[in-house]
């Protein structure tokens, strides 16, 4: 018996939370369906894990998401799917306008929210993509938010009545066995004696990890820390030269892309999130699962959600980098209040059960197939 099949349109499918969280969700799916990517641009960072799912690729040849109409037409027209999902709201508004001029709305799709529309609300183009999504977001047979707070603000954008929120399945990964899969041989985590604050995420204006380097020129101890920043991205000059400028640069450490990254997150001290948007910052579950202490911004949405309104973790507001000095501070002089947050990690990760997650995905599909 042939197969359904289950498309995916990620515009850019890089090495970030959304890519492996699409990798989680494909690899159920592909127990009884063909999944195919399609993508404006793929990362061969996943490429081992994409294989071994089965997953198809299909490169667009257009650079920008809004040029790829007729080649997505055309692509659909041809594979004939039987699910679609869309991941991001501008990937969303054009699935949905080709659903709309093309195929009358008889596609099957599924709006996959990953990121707070308070992003989009920065420039005149993201403006447009939102009064977009609000005409179109009821033709959508799902729209599922990966947080209760990001699922609210979709229904502020939209009078859908299809909305839901699941949780990332992050935690099918057994993170504490990876954390041991691999030693680091690497600064400052060899012959370790300074406190080590890491950072993870891509170096960019939506993670800010400029926040953290700002913040600290007021930490009183500042010699006493190690940072290690794990990621990629344009603003790595940025961060690189502002530390040279504030002389300390010796205590920073720069990692490129980490498959494997628990074996660092699990290693470090403090876990510091900057932020400016999020939808469910996969990194703060992470964190609390190999029970490393947090401070987070409290940007919409997730980390208020995952950090319990702070009970599991420190939140400040964005861009308050000398409050977030003062967490710091606190870190270094009293680190005893900064375990008694994690007594509530236990309980708060049962929220995010993998096989939960993925039950539901999984009913979602069964019910529009």
């Known amino acids: ?58 490169q667009i040849n257009a650079n920008r998401t ?14 004939k799917p039987d699910v679609i999902f869309s991941i991001q709201t501008h990937a969303s508004v ?30 005149f183009k993201g403006r447009l993509i939102l009064l977009l ?27 859908s009545k299809n909305i839901t929120f699941i949780y990332n399945p992050i935690l099918k990964n057994n993170l504490k066995k990876l954390a041991k899969v691999s030693k680091i041989n690497e600064k400052p985590f060899i012959n370790q004696n300074k406190k080590i604050i890491i950072s993870i995420g891509r170096f960019d204006k939506t993670k800010n990890q400029l926040m953290l380097l700002k913040a600290l020129k007021y930490v009183k101890r500042s010699e ?6 794990i990621g990629e991205g344009y603003k790595k000059k940025d961060l690189i030269s502002f530390s040279k400028t504030n002389k300390f640069r010796n205590n920073l450490h720069f990692f490129g892309f980490r498959k494997n990254l628990y ?20 990194v703060l579950i992470e964190a609390m699962s190999l029970n490393v202490p947090i401070i987070s911004t409290n940007c919409p949405s997730g980390p208020k959600e995952i950090l319990l309104n702070g009970k599991a973790g420190f939140l400040v507001e964005r861009n308050d980098y000398k409050s977030l000095s ?26 995010f059960s993998p096989k939960k997650s993925l039950e539901q995905y999984v009913k979602i599909v069964k019910k529009l197939i």
């Open 1 to 58: 018996m042939k197969r359904k099949k289950i498309l995916f349109y990620h515009p850019v499918f890089s090495d970030g939370g959304a890519e492996k969280t699409n990798l989680l969700i494909s690899e159920e799916l592909s127990k009884k369906y063909e999944i195919i990517y399609i993508s404006n641009f793929f990362s061969n960072k996943f490429d081992k894990e994409i294989k071994k799912i089965g997953i198809k690729k299909i």
């Open 66 to 79: 809004i040029t790829s109409f007729f080649e997505i037409s055309k692509i659909i027209k041809e594979l």
């Open 94 to 123: 054009l699935i949905l306008l080709i659903n709309l001029l093309v195929y009358n709305n008889s596609l099957k799709i599924i709006c996959c929210e990953r990121l707070s529309p308070e992003s989009y609300k920065l420039n």
């Open 133 to 159: 999504a609000k005409l179109l977001y009821k033709n959508a047979k799902a729209i599922i938010c990966n947080s209760k707070e990001l699922s609210n603000e979709i229904k502020n954008i939209s009078n």
């Open 224 to 229: 006493k820390l190690s940072v290690v920043l």
């Open 263 to 282: 074996p660092y997150l699990a290693k470090s001290n403090l876990l510091v999130h900057t932020s400016n948007y999020e939808g469910l910052p996969n």
């Open 326 to 351: 003062n967490k710091i501070n606190l870190f270094i002089d009293n680190p005893k209040a900064f375990h008694k947050k994690k007594i509530f990690y236990k309980e708060s990760l049962k929220r």
